[in-house]
């Protein structure tokens, strides 16, 4: 059974730095991409990065060189950096991970920027 488990949330002011980690149970986890997503209060899920089994990355729009997703395949974890951080930051966020074309999720994890 794949289960993903984030932390690392919590409460900042504009401009700080958070660091998220989603562990991963899942068989040959570095053969898989992954990635982040947030959810603001009354919002649309969206999508936040992809962290391909390569290591190479994408990054919605928004981020403009803000965050940096990581994978560190040998503990079956997965990062993202957060600096710079803005009120319009504040989410739930959620790792993502398809395995044979079935989606799963983590629990979230919530971030909240204070101005």
């Known amino acids: 059974q794949v289960q993903l488990v984030e932390s690392g949330g919590g409460s900042v002011q504009d401009g700080g730095s958070l660091r998220l980690s989603c562990e991963v149970s899942v068989p040959n986890f570095n053969r898989w991409p992954m990635r982040w997503y947030r959810q603001a209060p009354g919002g649309q899920r969206e999508?936040?990065?992809?962290?391909?089994?390569?290591?190479?990355?994408t990054y919605g729009d928004f981020v403009k060189g803000r965050f940096t997703i990581s994978r560190d395949n040998a503990n079956n974890t997965m990062f993202l950096q957060m600096n710079s951080l803005k009120p319009d930051d504040t989410s739930v966020y959620y790792c993502n991970i398809m395995v044979w074309g079935i989606e799963y999720w983590g629990q979230g994890t919530q971030i909240t920027v204070s101005s």
């Open positions: 999508w936040v990065a992809t962290i391909t089994s390569t290591g190479g990355t």
